[in-house]
């Protein structure tokens, strides 16, 4: 299974700047996704980004608030611009690769997770 | 401390019980569907997974059941250890290259020594 890691592990940030999160996988992968657990929910999709093409955001969220790079198989920023309170979460980079059954399975990983605090 | 789960329904078992959680999934499409924990200040991590056209996958010490009927889920945990304390995650998926997994809402597990 992919090994993810994410930078940075934590951060406390004022409002109305911004955040730039790094994720980075130990193996080339197509699809990888960015995630939001906010304060004792469940995880929600933000978008997934594949290398070499714009990213797919989910309803709710818009490229201005939440900017994504893909620049190769490897590694993913997810930038939170203009903070708010309300963008106090754990944000969640995943990966999508080749499970136990071999090439047709589909099972995704995920990174340890960046929690930010919004001040 | 850590936030996940403050808010979740919890399960609270006695070490060494069987655990069991449930989950209630809401695409009768989905064909896949993940089991993850996740313990405090990490991310979910994959434990189990099962087709639609299996109703029982056993790992160790876990099951899966699946009803596709009334579209449920469960996982069931064998001699529960404290280790074994965290949130459990449902997901389900259409089990294709891409498609988005969509997260239950979150059981938290509490075993008491």
């Known amino acids: 299974s992919a090994v993810i890691s994410q930078k940075p592990s934590r951060d406390i940030c004022q409002r109305g700047t911004s955040l730039t999160i790094q994720c980075q996988v130990d193996?080339?992968?197509?699809?990888m996704f960015w995630y939001r657990q906010q304060p004792g929910q469940s995880l929600t999709l933000i978008a997934t980004?594949?290398?070499?093409?714009?990213?797919?955001?989910e309803s709710g969220f818009v490229i201005d608030k939440f900017p994504i790079s893909r620049p190769n198989l490897t590694f993913s920023t997810l930038t939170v611009s203009n903070m708010s309170p309300e963008d106090s979460s754990i944000y969640l980079c995943?990966?999508?690769?080749?499970?136990?059954?071999?090439?047709?399975?589909?099972?995704?990983?995920f990174g340890p997770g960046t929690r930010l605090t919004v001040t | 401390g850590e936030s996940v789960g403050l808010h979740l329904p919890t399960l609270s078992v006695q070490e060494g019980d069987n655990s069991i959680i449930n989950c209630a999934y809401s695409?009768?499409?989905?064909?896949?569907f993940i089991w993850y924990k996740q313990e405090s200040g990490k991310g979910p991590q994959f434990i189990i997974d099962?087709?639609?056209?299996?109703d029982k996958r056993q790992g160790q010490r876990v099951t899966v059941l699946l009803n596709k009927t009334v579209k449920h889920l469960s996982l069931q945990i064998a001699a529960t250890q404290p280790g074994d304390s965290a949130v459990y995650f449902c997901?389900?998926?259409?089990?294709?290259?891409?498609?988005?997994?969509?997260f239950g809402g979150g059981t938290r597990l509490m075993v008491k020594p």
């Open positions: 995943s990966v999508e690769d080749h499970g136990s059954a071999g090439v047709y399975s589909y099972e995704q990983y």
């Open positions: 193996s080339q992968v197509t699809m």
């Open positions: 980004a594949n290398q070499g093409s714009e990213a797919t955001y």
């Open positions: 695409n009768s499409a989905s064909d896949y």
């Open positions: 099962i087709r639609s056209n299996m």
């Open positions: 997901a389900e998926k259409l089990n294709n290259a891409g498609n988005m997994l969509t």
